[in-house]
């Protein structure tokens, strides 16, 4: 099955992904695209030692996470994390299979506005967003499986 779900989350591994989404989409391994977390030795440790042992976590760049679930086994029940739309835009332009992508945590930064609890997006991200939708991918925003769902044709700035 490969790719079971694809999620923007700034936090990447934390307890919603693992306990929630996770267990929801039975996954068994993990792919976290990110061109800056990937170089931090310390962060990569902490995101292996975050997921349950049963789980395996790849960090990659864009290049090498595209790569990675491309070539993702069909045995695998794989998840995609990255902390940027513009990450998941790269992916999907450059082939990825996705078909549904969920926006679940976005932090404040300076011209953020917020769209539901912990999810905040600037006018670029939210284009960004338009753009990936615009390729047949339902996007959306929700915290955890059973909390409040926004389609993303209803979120304004």
């Known amino acids: 099955m490969s790719v079971v779900f694809y999620r923007i989350d700034d936090r990447l591994i934390h307890?919603?992904?693992?306990?929630?989404?996770?267990?929801?989409?039975?996954a068994n391994k993990i792919i976290i695209v990110d061109n800056d977390t990937v170089k931090n030795d310390f962060l990569v440790q902490i995101m292996k030692m975050s997921a349950p042992k049963e789980i395996d976590v790849?960090?990659?760049t864009n290049e090498e996470g595209l790569e990675a679930i491309l070539n993702d086994s069909p045995e695998s029940r794989t998840i995609v994390l990255t902390k940027t739309p513009d990450i998941m835009l790269y992916l999907v332009e450059n082939g990825a299979p996705m078909k549904e992508l969920n926006l679940g945590g976005?932090?404040?930064?300076?011209?953020?506005?917020?769209?539901?609890?912990?999810?905040?997006?600037?006018?670029?991200?939210?284009?960004?967003?338009?753009?990936?939708?615009?390729?047949?991918?339902?996007v959306f925003c929700q915290i955890v499986p059973d909390g409040k769902k926004i389609e993303l044709d209803k979120v304004k700035l």
């Open 106 to 138: 976005m932090g404040y930064k300076a011209g953020r506005k917020m769209i539901l609890r912990n999810i905040q997006v600037n006018s670029e991200e939210l284009d960004q967003l338009k753009k990936i939708a615009s390729h047949d991918v339902h």
């Open 58 to 60: 790849k960090v990659c």
């Open 15 to 26: 307890g919603q992904v693992m306990t929630a989404w996770s267990k929801l989409y039975k």
